[in-house]
Each structure stands twice: as C-alpha cells, then as structure tokens.
C-alpha cells in the first residue's frame, strides 16, 4: 500500500534508493543531536527529495551515495565562552569552508549550526 500511494506522488522516484524515515524517531534523533523536533521546524519537508505520507506518519527520503560528505578535514576547532566549540572545516574537493558550532551534551554533541561558504 505505502508503494502505491508513493509511486503517486509527483517527483517521487523509485528507482532511487529509498529510507523510510518515521515521525517519532526523526523526532528522537533531532532531540538528541539538535535539542529541537519537526515542530520547530518551518519547513518539515527538507526541500527536495523528501515525502511524507500521512497515512504512515514517515518521511521518504530518495537518495544517492553521492549525497554524502568526503575528505572532511578539520581546520580549527576553538572551545568559546559559553562551553561551545566553533569548528572550521573542508569537505569533498575543498571548494567550500564549512563553519560548525556545537555544544557538549550528556556525552555526546548537538549540532547548534551549520554554514557553508564558498572559499
């Protein structure tokens, strides 16, 4: 049925590999790594390549393995006043400086932001 109601939706192409992606673990996982859930978000779609079906409640991501970043090679990384780490860093063929900030949380970090500039 998920199949059916998914090869209808215009832009939707099976012939890319596919995640199924439910509501409460997308929720989970932006608690843990960014502190907030799809409510905080203006536009839960993501843009391109996302589907969410109703009748599920999940997300479809269609994908590629080209999607992915390569060579991420660390720049600086600098502690700040407020306990956040500022990280400067180059991914792929270098052509952009990403800059980072996250934050130490029970262990691990959340993601507060993340920027690409080109060089």
């Known amino acids: 049925a998920e199949w ?3 090869k209808n939706v215009p832009g939707f ?5 596919m ?3 439910p509501v409460a673990k997308i929720n989970a996982v932006l608690k843990q790594y960014f502190g ?8 839960p779609n993501f843009g391109a390549g996302f589907v969410y079906l109703k009748s ?3 997300y479809y991501s269609m ?10 090679r660390v720049i600086v990384a600098e502690e700040q006043h407020d306990g956040t780490i500022r990280m400067t860093y180059t991914a792929d063929d270098g052509a952009y400086i990403y ?3 996250i934050k130490p949380v029970d262990g691990g970090y959340q993601i507060l932001s993340n920027q690409k ?3």
């Open 99 to 101: 800059v980072a900030v």
């Open 36 to 43: 907030i859930t799809l409510a905080n978000i203006k536009n």
């Open 56 to 58: 599920t409640d999940c």
């Open 117 to 119: 500039n080109v060089k």
């Open 4 to 6: 059916a109601e998914l």
């Open 63 to 72: 994908h590629t393995d080209a999607e992915c970043l390569d060579n991420v």
């Open 19 to 21: 995640q199924r992606l």
């Open 13 to 17: 192409d099976i012939n890319f590999d």
